[in-house]
Every structure is written in structure tokens, then in C-alpha cells.
């Protein structure tokens, strides 16, 4: 049984229910959780956490063996910090997590053809799984989004459908979508996805010797990594395998920075920007204005002490270019998290000696065209516009 975040409507699953109606999106209630004993120690996968999703492995569809991404200390800020490599991903993002875990449920109940809406990695993760499960794909796009992106969801052998206008305009293109009989494989719409999230969790409970780490920091756009983070570490510890929730930071650029001025009115309503209100910014990958699930979002960073951090861009860049050289090559949005790393241990805020995992969603190899704007710094930066 779902329910709505906003509401708390209940909701019976169905493939063609996405949303409440009083349009707010719907949730699954929390998990079982994981013990030590639960994971299935001899998959070398996420899927050796399977006893805590909710898709069934032995009828998996679709494999490649995805998860368990490297852990590794660097120096950052003058201390020791973790650096989660979770853009080392069949598509080249941490979404694949969560498409892994779509995909292969809808795939379970027959579905034969979905659509997405995404201006990018979402989008890749979602025609990568449903092109190698045979199903049908339709991904709206932007139109005059990056081309990189659009390329590569294409060769997958999704369908891209240009829709002209605001970022919006592909939201409404993908509902309407909805209604005529394709399955919303949305990122931000389907509680699915978020499950898949979870594994990061998961995988970081595990490399830390199945314990919390302190402090974890995320790139927050919609918030869906901090959702997921929020619902697993929730679910270890009802289930015990924990003794309290990680301390998480959602890390926004300020140039679009929604759930920071929710956060600072108290309001979740207020995580909503006319494109006025926002300035373009390199962390396309996180520029929305009007995240769906925002209250939670702000309830799941409380939870646990920690809060949304919004970063100047120059901050970004400086964070992105001295990652570059320690050979973590990763697109200039997984930038943001780092940046506001050095932030909170220069503040203080951060206790020196915190065990800090720090999540980087992905590679630099998405984002040719504007890494190479920054690599010749006499050309102006393609900046993304907020959407
Ligand atoms: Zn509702």
C-alpha cells in the first residue's frame, strides 16, 4: 500500500497511478531493513542486499553486477574524508541504482513500454535498463539540452522526444504520457526508484564495517539521494543494525538553491522558484526549482542533525578542478557535495575527527562540452539555466 507524502492518502499500487489527487506524489512505507545476516554476503552486487527491496532477485531481468562502488580516503580540507565513487555505473551515475530496482519490478509485472521525463543522467539510467530489459522506452527531453546526454539515451534505443519550452513543459509532455497507457518510469515520481537508492545506504553500512558513518554529503536537486539515505538508515535501525541515523547534508548550488530557502523559512511550500529567482549554474544536474517532495526531503535531513547547504559557484568549481587532479574525474554537479565538505570543516561544523563519507554521482565523461569550457578558461563556461 502506498501513501501520499503530503496528504497521507492511501493508495493501492498500480501501474497507472503516479500520483495522489491532490497531486502530491506517493510513498512506500518504510522497509524491513537489513541485519549483517540478511545480506547475502557471496553477490558481489547491491543485490546482496536484497532482503531489504522490494523486487524479487531470482527474476531479475536485467544485470550488470551494478553497486558495491568503490570507498577511498583522500585528503580533503586537510583531513581525511571518503570519497564514495558512485558514478562508476553501467550509464556513468548513481541513478542506475534506482533504475536497477524500477526497471526490474516493472519488468516483473509485464510492462512493455514506459517514458521518463529527464534533461539528463536520470534519463540515461532509465533507457539503459529498459533498452537491455526489451522494453520500450520514450524519454522527453529538454529541447536544447546537451546534446551528450541526448546521444546516449538515444543509442540505447529509447525514443527522445525534443518538447520546446521550460523543463516543465517535458514534466507536463511525460504525464500526459501517463495517460496513455506507458508506465511513468519517473526518478522523482516513483517510490521504486527511490528504493534502488537505498543500496548506497546500504553499501556505506557495510564499508564502514556495518556501522553509520557521521557525516555523509550528497548533491541535492529533487533531494532523491537524501530521501533514499533518510529511508535506509531509518530501516537499519528499527532493525537494529544500527545506533543512530549519519548526520546528511543536501548540497545545492546557490545560484538554484529551492530546498535552502524552504529550509531557512521553515516552509516546505516555499521550495518552489520562478527562473527570476535562480542565476545559471555549472551543477546542471541539480538546477530545478521545484523539487516534488520537498517537505520530506527537509524532515529526512532534520532527522538525523543535518541540513541543506547551499554553495557559491566559484566554491564548485574550485572544489571540481582540485578533484580532477586527484584523479576523480567526475561531472562538475558531483562537485557541489565536496565543496560544501570544505565548507563545514573550515566552519567547524564538522568535527574534525567525524568519519565523513562524501558521494560523488557522476563522471566527468558526461559532461564533455563543459569540462572543456573550464579547461580553457579564456572561453566563456556553458552554464546550464535552472529548470
Ligand atoms: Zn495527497
Known amino acids: 500500500m502506498l501513501h501520499c507524502a503530503d496528504c497521507?492518502?492511501?493508495?493501492?499500487?498500480?501501474?497507472?497511478?503516479?500520483?495522489?489527487?491532490?497531486?502530491?506524489?506517493?510513498?512506500?512505507?518504510?522497509?524491513?531493513?537489513?541485519?549483517?545476516?540478511?545480506?547475502?554476503?557471496?553477490?558481489?552486487?547491491?543485490?546482496?542486499?536484497?532482503?531489504?527491496?522490494p523486487v524479487r532477485p531470482d527474476a531479475r531481468g536485467v544485470y550488470f553486477g551494478e553497486g558495491m562502488t568503490p570507498l577511498v580516503p583522500r585528503r580533503w580540507g586537510g583531513r581525511r574524508v571518503d570519497f564514495k565513487l558512485d558514478f562508476l555505473f553501467p550509464s556513468g551515475s548513481f541513478k542506475d541504482r534506482g533504475a536497477a530496482v524500477l526497471i526490474n519490478a516493472l519488468a516483473q509485472r509485464g510492462v512493455e513500454q514506459v517514458h521518463a521525463d529527464s534533461s539528463g543522467n536520470a534519463g540515461a539510467a532509465i533507457a539503459t535498463y529498459a533498452g537491455a530489459a526489451g522494453i520500450g522506452c520514450t524519454v522527453y527531453v529538454p529541447a536544447g539540452n546537451s546534446v551528450g546526454k541526448r546521444v546516449q539515451i538515444a543509442a540505447c534505443g529509447a525514443r527522445v522526444v525534443e518538447v520546446e519550452g521550460p523543463r516543465e513543459a517535458s514534466f507536463r509532455a511525460a504525464a500526459r504520457a501517463a495517460d496513455e497507457g506507458s508506465v511513468y518510469a519517473s526518478h522523482n515520481w516513483n517510490p521504486l526508484f527511490a528504493e534502488g537508492l537505498k543500496t548506497v545506504a546500504f553499501e556505506l553500512w557495510e564499508q564502514y564495517g556495518f556501522q553509520a558513518p557521521d557525516v555523509i554529503l550528497a548533491p541535492a536537486g529533487y533531494g532523491g539521494i537524501v530521501l533514499a539515505l533518510d529511508r535506509a538508515f531509518q530501516e537499519l535501525l528499527r532493525a537494529g543494525a544500527v545506533d543512530r541515523l549519519p548526520r546528511v547534508y543536501g548540497c545545492q548550488s546557490a545560484n538554484c538553491a529551492p530546498l535552502h530557502r524552504a529550509a531557512l523559512a521553515g516552509d516546505p511550500a516555499r521550495a518552489a522558484l520562478d527562473l527570476s529567482e535562480t542565476l545559471p549554474t555549472v551543477a546542471e544536474g541539480i538546477a530545478s526549482t521545484r523539487p516534488v517532495r520537498a517537505r520530506e526531503v527537509l524532515e529526512g535531513l532534520a532527522r538525523g542533525g543535518g541540513r541543506v547547504v547551499a554553495v557559491a559557484e566559484e566554491r564548485i568549481v574550485e572544489a571540481w578542478a582540485l578533484l580532477a587532479r586527484q584523479g576523480l574525474y567526475v561531472e562538475p554537479t558531483s562537485a557541489v557535495a565536496p565543496a560544501a565538505a570544505l565548507e563545514l570543516l573550515e566552519s567547524g561544523e564538522v568535527p574534525r575527527d567525524a568519519r565523513v563519507a562524501i558521494l560523488l554521482t557522476g563522471s566527468g565523461l558526461k559532461a564533455t562540452e563543459r569540462v572543456a569550457a573550464f579547461s580553457r578558461p579564456a572561453e566563456r563556461p556553458p552554464l546550464a539555466t535552472p529548470a
Not at 545476516?37 to 557471496?42: D, E, K
Open 8 to 53: 497521507g492518502a492511501p493508495h493501492l499500487e498500480t501501474l497507472a497511478r503516479w500520483r495522489c489527487d491532490c497531486g502530491g506524489p506517493l510513498s512506500l512505507p518504510l522497509g524491513p531493513g537489513l541485519t549483517r545476516a540478511a545480506v547475502c554476503a557471496g553477490e558481489p552486487s547491491f543485490w546482496r542486499y536484497a532482503a531489504a527491496l
